[in-house]
């Protein structure tokens, strides 16, 4: 079968199996490895990407159901070379080790950031608490998430500042 | 935390908080994973594996297979025997199945596997083999293993009668048995370690792509010992070794599971061969868990022999080790119980003793894994509960207890009574510090209040010695390979350099903290620094990352290459200079004319003189670099205490770890930051052990812990905000005083939160539980039902 959509921008058309996981067409077939595999259950996060906005486990989503929508991946998180904030908190604040469950650790906590902008503790673990980290034990992802919210709010401030007669 | 914030522009020539130089690629989603690599041509593997955990293979149809879309090759064992590749050697000398020929031994192991144009392709292919199988009677119950009527597992074994692996001993049984002969109080506890997975998120695979022409094998892998792997390559499979390169790219973590040769890493190498094009294999999740290296499975009867005032006189234990089908155990080998025996702890003992035997069961192999250091997570859980069994029946502050029997800093080197000898050690003040960030006293008043009012709050202790950096090459090898490490070290012309190490980092961060020990020896800034490590092509030989032998070895053997490299500066500085080398002062970076500090040339200055033109001194090369391979004259001991707090809802039963104190000592500090994280991480390893996470079977053999949905895995809902806080007793023999750190807290946790559980239980006059502290388990103990999971 045939199946379009959009992935980080870019409109994408390719002939596939039905069958074909959203998680597998990513990797596979337009070759954007960013997006990880983990457990086969939705158990572990690695693969969460957004679709339409919402994050969700591609290894659970056919490439077929994301027909006629957006996905985003951490490939489409940085503008160039400058990281997206969360990217430069998890940066600042050692929140990966070996890199595995970060890429669907960070569209997790930019999408909550991005609907909270100011989540208390309990909020960011509750948020993050569909994926697994082997590495962190999960405190310097919270502080992380926390250095985005507070440099976020101050750089918000500064631009308000600016725009104020 | 606004400390943490406030320090993140640091950027030290060497040691101190530096962020890491790998993240870059990994937060663009730019890592490398063996998953990742493509090739032209690239075809996929999926392994059939075994329904059952003991059965005869009665014959195997291949032919619907065969004939099954995009499928390139089907293999079997019949097709491995035939090519002499149907069994290869474990790290612990035994035999594993590459493909099972006479029978299958576990659930999972592998029978076949199957090349196809996609990984769909090869797993509708799996279906179609058809294999007859006569099923045996299973050795599930390890108590069971020995029993006269057992059913023999390892039957290819010749003369083997029935599932004994080996005994093993240490210590001083009379004297040890004449000391508990004479002591006031005994407490003897059973205990079980059960067995657990290191499920690192990243599953095992490989990509091998062999040129028939140049008779030329590379092999991607996801391999913690990417060199010790390529010589096993070339005595199992006969491709010579300087035709064979290892390449460990990004590995998305290891904790030992990524130490074995699975078979799956041959299947590929076997498909590369037969079907002349690159070979993927990746497993997926409960192939990992039902099939690679567990950790575990002891059952330890422990006893204790001490005064009735407390003071602690010796320990003996007896052990039951489950091994699996195969003993894949990746030890020393001298060392088949691996370091256990440090299980005479932080205390200053007068006799200590244990007995071990080890059974082949019907389970998938392994043993050593799960950051334990070599079985030092088994040795200090045991002595650990144990102390505080002896706590319990002594009704003393399992502080006050602990305190009173620490070796004291004085002893050091301490030889123990099973021929440990500690290098370094102050326990007293690493203690304190623990004591005083948690507020003990206060803790204990909280809890007295509360379980007045019948609410059930709990404060668990353990403190840890352990014994990482394997190891001497004098007693310490892998399969007869020396546990050294080797590292190279190259300064380009205008003061840029590189490294190369033979260990390999799964998350720990060693492109940073290599760049920062070297940084710290010449005074290149680490930024200026590449680190390459996990291409055996590229690197020295060495045997790998596990262990928490990174620091302790091969950071090592990096401060000694920058040594021997600042030396060769230095002659070349006094020619630039004009002055003799005695004259010269080492300041970081360059090199000074003694009195005389405007005289100076740096290091990058040195580099290009080094490879420019002019003479050099007499009988000095051009060109500065050096190399070196290091091998350590003992391991590294560093220590901890830890203090975990719990409450328990009456109610439910539900353990919820209100907080947890970690005091760390792992010698010099090279990067706070890095140290922080890997401590953080143990500690939620220890949160899943202690509460969680266990790899059960039924009667049949079957696996119940197949899958993340059956094994559980902590979030970040079930550990609360670590608090750490660190002495420094830096190590008197390594280089740099470090100690291995990577292990530590996944050691020294699981004691401190069962011992802070089976606190709040001493209402119920409850004196041991076993892990996994499941709201089930605990329900059942403030029952009186603390049955053992196994």
Not at chain 1, 71 to 77: F, Q
Request: include cysteine; glycine fraction near 10%; aromatic fraction near 6%.
């Amino acid at each position: 079968m045939q199946v379009t959509m959009t992935v980080n921008g870019t409109e994408h058309t390719r002939e596939i199996e039905g069958r074909m996981l959203l998680v597998h067409f990513l990797r596979d077939v337009l070759g954007l490895t960013g997006t990880h595999w983990g457990c086969d259950t939705s158990n572990c996060g690695v693969c969460v990407v957004w679709l339409d906005g919402e994050p969700v486990k591609s290894c659970t989503v056919l490439a077929a159901m994301a027909g006629g929508h957006e996905v985003r991946t951490v490939e489409g998180l940085a503008e160039g070379a400058e990281l997206d904030p969360i990217q430069e908190g998890f940066r600042q604040c050692h929140g990966l080790q070996c890199g595995f469950c970060t890429p669907g650790m960070l569209m997790t906590c930019r999408a909550l950031l991005d609907r909270n902008p100011d989540p208390t503790e309990g909020e960011i673990r509750e948020a993050i608490s569909g994926q697994i980290c082997r590495c962190t034990g999960y405190s310097s992802i919270v502080r992380s998430v926390q250095w985005t919210a507070a440099h976020e709010a101050a750089a918000a401030a500064t631009k308000e500042e600016a725009v104020a007669p | 935390m606004t400390q943490v914030f406030e320090n993140n522009d640091l950027q030290p020539v060497g040691y101190g908080r530096m962020l890491r130089k790998e993240d870059a690629r990994l937060l663009r989603g730019r890592g490398r994973f063996v998953d990742d690599v493509q090739l032209p041509g690239m075809l996929h593997l999926a392994i059939l594996r075994s329904p059952f955990a003991h059965a005869t293979i009665v014959s195997i149809d291949t032919s619907a297979a065969e004939a099954s879309p995009g499928v390139r090759a089907v293999v079997t064992g019949e097709t491995l025997k035939g090519l002499g590749l149907a069994w290869m050697p474990t790290l612990s000398n035994d035999v594993q199945a590459v493909l099972a020929t006479d029978k299958v031994r576990f659930q999972g192991q592998e029978v076949a596997f199957v090349v196809a144009e996609d990984r769909y392709q090869a797993r509708d292919a799996l279906e179609l083999i058809d294999v007859e199988y006569d099923v045996l009677e299973p050795v599930v119950d390890v108590r069971k293993a020995l029993s006269p009527d057992a059913p023999v597992i390892r039957t290819d074994l010749e003369g083997k009668t029935d599932n004994h692996v080996f005994d093993w001993e240490t210590g001083d049984e009379e004297e040890t048995n004449r000391v508990f002969a004479a002591a006031d109080v005994i407490v003897k506890e059973d205990i079980v370690y059960p067995r657990v997975h290191p499920a690192p998120m990243e599953t095992c695979g490989s990509v091998a792509d062999f040129d028939p022409v140049e008779g030329r094998l590379r092999l991607w892998s996801t391999t913690q010992a990417p060199h010790a792997h390529r010589t096993l390559y070339a005595i199992v499979a006969g491709i010579p070794e300087h035709k064979i390169q290892v390449i460990a790219p990004d590995i998305g973590g290891g904790f030992g599971n990524k130490v074995p040769i699975y078979p799956g890493y041959v299947h590929s190498i076997v498909g590369s061969i037969v079907t002349g094009r690159p070979v993927k294999w990746m497993e997926d999740r409960s192939e990992n868990l039902i099939s690679t290296g567990f950790a575990r499975d002891y059952i330890m009867r422990a006893e204790i022999a001490a005064t009735s005032e407390g003071k602690i006189l010796a320990i003996r234990t007896n052990v039951l080790a489950d091994h699996g089908a195969f003993n894949g155990t990746a030890a020393p080998v001298k060392y088949p119980a691996g370091f256990f025996g440090v299980f005479t702890g932080s205390y200053d003992l007068q006799a200590a003793h244990c007995k071990m035997t080890a059974v082949y069961t019907n389970k998938a192999p392994g043993g050593v894994a799960y950051a334990c250091s070599f079985r030092i997570t088994e040795a200090v859980y045991l002595v650990e509960r144990i102390v505080d069994a002896l706590a319990y029946e002594l009704r003393m502050d399992p502080a006050e207890l602990r305190l009173k029997n620490f070796i004291r800093p004085e002893q050091f080197p301490y030889t123990t009574k099973t021929g440990w000898v500690y290098d370094s050690g102050d326990y007293e003040p690493t203690m304190r510090l623990a004591m005083e960030m948690a507020g003990y006293d206060e803790l204990r008043k909280e809890q007295a209040e509360k379980r007045a009012r019948g609410e059930l709050m709990g404060i668990g202790i353990a403190f840890f010695t352990e014994a990482v950096g394997a190891g001497p090459r004098k007693n310490m090898d892998i399969l007869g390979l020396g546990m050294a490490d080797g590292c190279e070290l190259r300064v380009h012309p205008t003061g840029k350099a590189v490294v190369r190490l033979s260990v390999k980092t799964q998350g720990q961060g060693h492109e940073t903290t290599f760049a920062q020990i070297v940084a710290e020896e010449l005074g290149i800034p680490p930024a200026d620094i590449d680190v390459l490590h996990g291409d055996t092509d590229n690197t020295p030989f060495g045997l790998g990352t596990y262990g928490s032998r990174s620091t302790p070895v091969s950071g090592a053997a990096a401060a000694l290459v920058a040594r021997k490299v600042r030396d060769k500066a230095k002659l070349i500085a006094s020619a630039m200079l004009e002055v003799s080398v005695a004259d010269l002062d080492w300041v970081k970076g360059s090199f000074q004319v003694k009195g005389d500090p405007g005289r100076s040339v740096t290091i990058q200055e040195i580099a290009f003189r080094a490879h420019g033109a002019g003479d050099l001194p007499d009988g000095v090369e051009g060109g500065l670099e050096a190399q070196i391979c290091y091998n350590p004259s003992n391991l590294t001991y560093p220590h901890g205490a830890y203090i975990c707090v719990v409450d328990i809802d009456p109610g439910t039963a539900e353990v919820k770890v209100r907080r947890f104190i970690a005091v760390d000592d792992c010698g010099t500090r090279i990067n706070p930051m890095i140290i922080e994280g890997q401590v953080h991480g143990g500690l939620t390893d220890g949160v899943g052990m202690a509460l969680m996470e266990m790899i059960s079977f039924d009667e049949d053999g079957n696996c119940l812990g197949a899958s993340l949905m059956d094994y559980l895995i902590p979030t970040a809902l079930e550990v609360p905000d670590w608090e750490t806080g660190f002495t420094v007793t830096p190590s008197p023999h390594h280089p740099i005083g470090a100690k291995g750190i990577g292990e530590s807290a996944t050691v020294g946790s699981p004691p401190a939160i069962v011992n802070a559980v089976v606190d709040a239980l001493k209402p119920f006059g409850i004196r041991h539980a076993d892990m996994p502290l499941t709201p089930s388990r605990v329900w059942d103990a403030m029952r009186g039902r603390a049955t053992p999971p196994i």
